[in-house]
DNA sequence: CGTAAATATCACTATACAGTAATATAGTGA
DNA sequence: TCACTATATTACTGTATAGTGATATTTACG
């Protein structure tokens, strides 16, 4: 008998929603320094260097994705990471790249 | 002394990239239908109600991006999960999203 | 107040890509 | 060889979204 994992295609899309998330160099540029700490975000424009709208734009999305949260404090808008499972799945994916360049580059070297 | 992880861009693209092609309901459904082991495409066509071209185009960027394996047998073409970290993936975010919708849940019982 | 700074939003452009119908390609069997 | 089946590819359309300049909003401070 076979542990049946039926997902609803509702389900799907929530979890392909996550993923997109993602999915983003920039977003993920955002989250890799939010790991050191709360920052605001002028300081998230200086360190990733993209534009203030755009910085701007994927910390809204991010925030209604839950995946970060945000506080204020005088004209600044402070942001963390309130949920730790993305560097859990960085991390899986980034094994995995490890690995998958590892086995093509033993390859390349005909083994 | 903080644990700094620097990622360059092209890193961070690839990471990007891999999040990228789970980022499709479609992809999806075809890696979880291909969890209960290695199928054709056309079984996966019915499987997932896709159309044929939609399915083979994605089981082609699967295989490109060496998440899924291919092997022919006569006319078929056989593929199957091929990294399975995808799974832990989906596990990872399946709980994250439970634990968010639980707590959304709760809130709207004034909890 | 008026000004300046930080952030968010708007309007727009450009690009990536999912879906699909039609066609091409390759293997199978009569 | 011809017809049939499975899969891949092509060409195209539509949609989502990243990036950006300009503007709006909010707060602090003189």
Known sequence: MKE???LSDEALEM?????RQMADPVRLKILYTLGDGEMNVTDLVKATGAGQANVSKHLGTLLNAEIVARRKDGLNAIYRVSDET???LCEVV???LKTQLKTRHDVLLGL
Chains 1, 2 share one sequence.
């Open 4 to 6: 049946k994992v039926e």
């Open 86 to 88: 993305i560097f859990k």
């Open 15 to 19: 979890i392909a929603g996550r993923f």
């Open 94 to 96: 980034c094994s995995s």
